[in-house]
T-cell receptor
Framework: KQEVTQIPAALSVPEGENLVLNCSFT??????LQWFRQDPGKGLTSLLL?????REQTSGRLNASLDKSSGRSTLYIAASQPGDSATYLC???????????FGGGTRLMVKP | GAGVSQSPSNKVTEKGKDVELRCDPI?????LYWYRQRLGQGLEFLIY????????KSGLPSDRFSAERTGESVSTLTIQRTQQEDSAVYLC????????????FGNGTRLTVT
């Protein structure tokens, strides 16, 4: 059974810092890994999707890497802003789109 | 364009009552998912629909939970004889249904069972 772990569970940084969120998974036979953002009281917004054959994806100030063999992914946020404050979730797809297994999330607070 | 729409946004019900939650996916999305998010916990997979195939119900926690989908459109999640432990946010997502298609989530229905 796939297990996804995110560290740290919570993180508070001053505005402008670069930061890294970590995600690890136990079953490396994945099709893709996705990073989402969740704001309080809202649904999830897809940030980046990395296919199993890819090593990284970039979108603006976000960069996600994938090391499938070691079961790890990182989400790098450059020059953090207060608007980045949210919970960040990673999820892996072992079933070609049937189901995602989610980590518990990292709650990020960026202080002005 | 319109995203995934869920209704109601909030639902308070008494223990033992039945509730029905609705999800309208993005037009053209063949895949539809239901997840549950309990307070302070991660997302739990409940059920997955893909086109006209038989749904994957492997995540439904008990026989009190059921879901239907009409073709490739609206889906309803029904919880019978609600219990307090059913209190959670129920999230619906849809996708194009292909491998490596990103999921698009609705804002969820917050269910409180008193």
């Amino acid at each position: 059974k796939q297990e996804v772990t995110q560290i740290p569970a919570a993180l508070s940084v001053p505005e402008g810092e670069n930061l890294v969120l970590n995600c690890s998974f136990t079953d490396s036979a994945i099709y893709n890994l996705q990073w989402f953002r969740q704001d309080p009281g809202k649904g999830l917004t897809s940030l980046l999707l990395i296919q199993s054959s890819q090593r990284e994806q970039t979108s603006g100030r976000l960069n996600a890497s994938l090391d499938k063999s070691s079961g790890r992914s990182t989400l790098y946020i450059a020059a953090s802003q207060p608007g980045d404050s949210a919970t960040y979730l990673c999820a892996v797809d072992n079933n070609a789109g049937n189901m995602l297994t989610f980590g518990g999330g990292t709650r990020l607070m960026v202080k002005p | 364009g319109a995203g995934v729409s869920q209704s109601p946004s909030n639902k308070v019900t008494e223990k033992g009552k039945d509730v029905e939650l609705r999800c309208d996916p993005i037009s053209g999305h063949t895949a539809l998912y239901w997840y549950r998010q309990r307070l302070g916990q991660g997302l739990e997979f409940l059920i997955y629909f893909q086109g006209n195939s038989a749904p994957d119900k492997s995540g439904l926690p008990s026989d009190r939970f059921s879901a239907e989908r009409t073709g490739e459109s609206v889906s309803t999640l029904t919880i019978q004889r609600t219990q307090q432990e059913d209190s959670a946010v129920y999230l619906c997502a849809s996708s194009l249904g292909q491998t490596n298609s990103p999921l698009h989530f609705g804002n969820g229905t917050r269910l409180t069972v008193t």
